[in-house]
């Protein structure tokens, strides 16, 4: 589990057929073989670790299916990433409850400045639309944001100078493909509804 609050920015150092190495700025003592580190927010198994510099370099193994239903297919070496270890029993839960399991792909339709902060619509593939309500959690390449509005399949967020700062939010552009994870509560929701009509009619 995760909670959508990003704790550094990773590179990507090298990929070789399905292994990705990542460089980052924890501490390497502090990650075991076998942890999980949401990377853009995809959940991925730590198989290698080792020293970078101030940093660490560890690697993950990225399967065909996860290629094919988030960006990592369009990462190469030099992309930066957001990424953020496995929630710890006791820890503050900042943002909201983020599985790391990636439902999907958006794309960023607009985005503009709004004062010191940043304003983007997002557009969500057709089948996650129904999952996403005006102010309840989604979570953007790993980030967990509040939806501001919500128009069919568009939905707003808002970036504040932080967030822009400590992400590689300041870096986006229009058009740009995100992963999409959809709050793992509106999901039970949306279940539960759907059962409830199957077994009233």
Not at 171 to 199: K, T
């Amino acid at each position: 589990m995760f909670t959508g609050i990003i704790t550094d920015i990773g590179i990507v150092h090298a990929i070789e057929g399905d292994r990705f190495e990542i460089a980052c700025a924890y501490d390497p003592t502090g990650i075991d073989i076998g942890a999980s580190i949401a990377c853009d927010g995809c959940c991925l198994t730590v198989t290698s670790v080792m020293p970078d510099g101030a940093g660490a370099r560890f690697a993950v193994d990225v399967s065909n299916e996860t290629r094919a239903c988030t960006t990592l297919s369009e990462w190469g070496p030099g992309t930066r990433i957001n990424i953020e270890r496995a929630l710890a029993v006791g820890a503050e839960l900042g943002g909201h409850i983020v599985t790391g399991h990636v439902d999907g792909v958006a794309r960023i339709a607009k985005l503009w400045s709004d004062g010191a902060s940043t304003r983007i619509t997002v557009e969500a593939p057709q089948a996650l639309a129904r999952f996403i309500a005006e102010k309840g959690s989604v979570t953007l390449a790993g980030t967990s944001l509040t939806v501001n509005e919500v128009e069919g399949r568009t939905f707003g967020v808002n970036l504040v100078p932080h967030t822009l700062q400590v992400t590689t939010w300041g870096e986006r552009l229009s058009g740009d493909r995100l992963n999409i994870e959809v709050d793992l509560l509106a999901r039970y929701v949306a279940r539960l509804s759907q059962f409830a009509g199957e077994h009233a009619s």
